[in-house]
């Protein structure tokens, strides 16, 4: 298993989910045991060291690696998730995505102001939802936050809206 082979089981879908959008589709990786083994072990290496307590998923597909790397890392895991979900007291913000636009909240006892927190998604686009993302960390603590995806849409430049980040890593660039 190398990164080749796992690029290669990332499905293109053309238009979707509009005309012009070629969709990275991750279904098609997740199902494969060794794919999925080879990412989760690739992005635990890249953590293993920084003492990171909590690991922070963005809904839905951040889901995913974000908790196994939670449990890989022995950390907690938090969940960010799209508006009206959370049953407690949330923070709130909205943002703009590749197509569309939503908001994201967190619940207010997530994240301890000590915690050493990875943020991670699946996929780095226009930065709309990692945005958004840092931006409801930011409330939590002073702490600039790790910042981890699977893929990173380089064309499209998200990662010059992270300026809050600490360190931003993608395991695959396209
Ligand atoms: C997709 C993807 C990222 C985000 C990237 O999620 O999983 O979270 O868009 O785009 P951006 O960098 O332009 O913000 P989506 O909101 O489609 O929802 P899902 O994860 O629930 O499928
Ligand atoms: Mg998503």
Known sequence: ???????????NVPDFPKPGIIFKDITTAMKDAE?????????????????????????SRGFVL????????????VLLRKPGKLPADTYKVDYDLEYGSDSLEIHKDSIAENDVVLLHDDLLATGGSANAALELLKKFSHNPVYVSFLIELTFLD?????????EIHSLIQF
Do not use: C, H
């Open 1 to 11: 298993m190398n990164l080749e082979t796992v690029i290669a089981s990332i499905r």
């Open 35 to 59: 794919v999925l083994k080879f990412i989760s072990d690739s992005l635990y290496e890249e953590y293993k060291d920084k003492g990171i307590t909590k690991v922070v998923g963005v809904e």
């Open 66 to 77: 974000g908790s196994i790397l939670a449990y890989k890392l022995g950390a907690g895991f």
């Open 158 to 166: 998200g990662k010059k809206r992270l300026g809050a980040a600490k």
